[in-house]
């Protein structure tokens, strides 16, 4: 079957860098995403990976292992704004996304 | 703003009402989505459209049906909906469903079912 898996809620200070990790298993692979999604508001996309390695977008990086099924996004110099649900999701061969549940980040001053 | 905006942002229905959301999407592109967003739950792909015809519907319940009259906008009629509809419904679209496209999604609908 596909699957996501994600922390359910990380925990991270003001100014400190945190990382959120992915893990997936699909049918095929076409890229894999990250959206944010604040309370209340639709989910805005963040970054799209389909080769190995980082790619870095100002204060958010997002990383793509294909050999080991893995991302991470990394968010430095953490913001009181930054307090929000990280989307992890994978495309299939189909080119269907596969979404995991999500990562609520709380940013604590 | 995504450019995808969504009415009404907020629904309370009787299970005996009927209702519909609506989406509309300002950035010319041709494929539309509905998803159910639960509480911890992934989000839950339900309808695409795709140059306004129907090419996904993962199994949902005959009490959502989709409307989807031009590529710019789409409906979600409910009719007899259960308590355990209640969840946020979001709209989102994409250029079209050739190879990996980004979704752009709206802010959603907040469902409450009594």
């Known amino acids: 079957g596909q699957n996501i898996d994600q922390p359910t809620e990380m925990t991270a200070t003001e100014g400190a860098i945190v990382q959120i990790n992915c893990t997936y298993q699909t049918s095929g692979f076409n890229g894999l995403f990250w959206y944010q999604q604040h309370a209340g508001e639709a989910p805005t996309f963040l970054s799209y990976?389909?080769l190995d390695g980082l790619e870095e977008k100002g204060r958010f990086s997002s990383f793509l292992s294909r050999s080991k099924g893995y991302s991470y996004l990394l968010l430095k110099e953490l913001q009181m704004k930054d307090s929000a649900s990280y989307l992890c999701a994978a495309m299939d061969s189909n080119y269907q996304l596969i979404w995991g549940a999500g990562t609520k980040l709380i940013i604590k001053p | 703003e995504t450019g995808v905006t969504q009415t009404p942002r907020h629904l309370v229905m009787g299970m005996t009402n009927k209702k519909s959301l609506k989406c509309e999407q300002h950035l010319g592109h041709n494929a539309m989505y509905w998803y159910k967003q639960s509480a911890k739950k992934p989000l839950e792909l339900m309808f695409v459209?795709?140059?306004?015809?129907?090419?996904e519907n993962n199994s949902v319940p005959s009490r959502f049906s989709p409307e989807c009259p031009n590529s710019s906008h789409l409906f979600l009629h409910l009719h007899t909906l259960q308590p355990e509809d209640s969840a946020l419904y979001l709209c989102a679209s994409s250029q079209d469903l050739e190879g990996a496209k980004t979704q752009y999604f709206g802010p959603g609908t907040r469902l409450l079912v009594l």
């Open positions: 990976n389909v």
């Open positions: 459209y795709n140059f306004k015809e129907q090419t």
